[in-house]
């Protein structure tokens, strides 16, 4: 659908109720928050619920306040249309999808290549590099001036899906917007402390113990980290060292996939798996295959069964996707 359809959907509507996936990073906040102050703008009325409150170090963005966790009086609000942005499928929404009756027209704005296209409205562009690029062309299409604050939740937004500029989705247009938005003297060296340079001394042990974990495959093109969901459980982490853990997987030379399999914390039998690709082996399609998706390079799904069952589901399925290259 056009980016036309999209702007007459903003226009001619009052109230909006925006969401986005759990287990939020800086392109889901980022994206939701830049859209909610560009409606903002026009005059429009805007709600945020999610799944669950934002994790510690996305604190520092502007407006973050405004997002809530779920609640009963988020059943109780009226409004326009339901948005979800940064979001393939309605389900990765938690128990907020159930907030919309049914009646309200659904506007879906995303970038996975996995996108179920569920909205009554749809633009999905698995071309941009993350959703906050998306939201950055709709300031340009209604010709909204980008303040500090905005740009601050753009550039937040980019740093987070590209890697800091370091994967395959970084491109000639990142790099333009990118620069456009450097000029409203955004500090890029607090945004990277916060987002990258914050795990608290309490939390370092358990890092440390949970990357001398490293699994490999005999080829040495796979590694894995697990965290059992009893170590979530005591452990009471103030950060998601996820990302930290992922990103130490792709420093191992020839390496091809990373694997994270976390574990279920509050007693359902299920394991989160995070994957993330090095460009040969293209996991959205592994990840699909359980249910999940996202991008070729990094993807995710919800696994049934314990640890050691879910490790040896995906790790099949990976090693049959290598074993094709």
């Known amino acids: ?74 059943s109780k609000l009226k409004f326009d249309i339901f948005a979800a942005v940064d979001c393939s499928n309605l389900k990765r929404t938690g128990e907020v999808y159930k907030i919309n009756d049914g009646n309200k027209a659904i506007l879906n704005i995303d970038h996975h290549i996995s996108n179920s296209g569920f909205g ?11 959703c906050c690029e998306m939201i950055y062309r709709l300031y340009k299409e209604l010709k909204i001036p980008i303040s500090r604050e905005v740009a601050l939740l753009l550039y937040s937004g980019i740093v987070t899906d590209t890697g800091s500029f370091r994967y395959s989705n970084t491109n000639k247009i990142v790099h333009r917007i990118t620069a456009e938005l450097l000029r409203h003297k955004i500090n890029v060296a607090e945004i990277y402390q916060s987002l990258y340079q914050n795990i608290p001394f309490g939390d370092i042990k358990l890092l440390v113990n949970l990357l001398s974990d490293i699994q490999t495959d005999r080829s040495k093109r796979i590694v894995w980290f697990r965290i059992p969901g009893k170590i979530l459980k005591k452990a009471d982490l103030s950060v998601d060292l996820s990302d930290y853990i992922l990103n130490f997987g792709r420093q191992v030379r020839d390496v091809e996939v990373i694997l994270l399999f976390k574990e279920n914390s509050a007693g359902k039998n299920e394991v989160k798996v995070s994957f993330r690709s090095q460009g040969k082996v293209d996991v959205n399609t592994i990840a699909g295959f359980f249910g999940g998706g996202g991008h070729k390079s990094a993807s995710s799904c919800t696994v049934s069964g314990n640890l050691l069952q879910a490790q040896q589901k995906v790790l099949k399925k990976v090693k049959e996707s290598l074993a094709k290259k």
Not at 4 to 23: D, G, P, Q
Not at 120 to 130: E, P
Request: aromatic fraction near 10%; include cysteine.
């Open 120 to 130: 009554s409205i749809n633009w999905i562009d698995s071309q941009a590099s993350c």
């Open 1 to 74: 659908m056009s980016l036309k359809k999209v702007i007459a959907c903003l226009k001619e509507n009052k109230s909006f109720f925006i969401t986005t996936h759990t287990n939020v990073e800086g392109d889901a906040l980022g994206s939701e928050l830049s859209f909610c102050m560009l409606l903002q703008a026009m005059g429009k009325k805007v709600f945020i619920f999610n799944q669950e409150l934002p994790p510690q170090e996305y604190l520092f963005l502007p407006g973050i306040e405004a997002v809530q966790k779920l609640s009963r009086r988020a």
